[in-house]
């Protein structure tokens, strides 16, 4: 099994019906909202986390990513007790220190924009 995000990639919303109502933005969030789920119904953080890590990684032949080792990348995120990310280092480089983003990729500042614009 794998869980993969396509976070700021094209996402579909659909009608009661199936069709396609309108288009979203796919959220970087949703990786975590994910593995909240998972674990709220009782999965444990060993059992879930290779779905998000190493499967993927080797389904996709990504030789450097989905593993922690000595000649892998430098891609780990820190939880904290609820699930919140506190650290997140990618390539060696800190994002998110402390729960603050101190760096953002390319699609991260047009999606702040794109929830602010539809909030209710």
Not at 24 to 37: I, K, N, P, W
Not at 52 to 81: C, H, S
């Amino acid at each position: 099994m794998t869980i993969s995000s396509d976070a700021g990639g094209c996402l579909p919303c659909f009608d009661a019906e199936g069709r396609v109502s309108r288009m979203d933005v796919g959220h970087s969030g949703a990786l975590l909202e994910t593995l909240r789920v998972l674990a709220d119904g009782g999965m444990s953080l060993e059992t879930a986390l290779p779905a998000f890590t190493a499967n993927p990684a080797r389904l996709l032949r990504l030789v450097r990513k989905g593993r922690v080792e000595a000649g892998a990348d430098a891609d780990l995120v820190a939880l904290d007790a609820t699930g919140a990310a506190q650290t997140v280092i990618i390539g060696g480089q800190i994002h998110v220190r402390n729960g603050q983003a101190i760096r953002r990729g390319t699609f991260e500042n047009r999606q702040e924009q794109h929830v602010a614009e539809h909030r209710p």
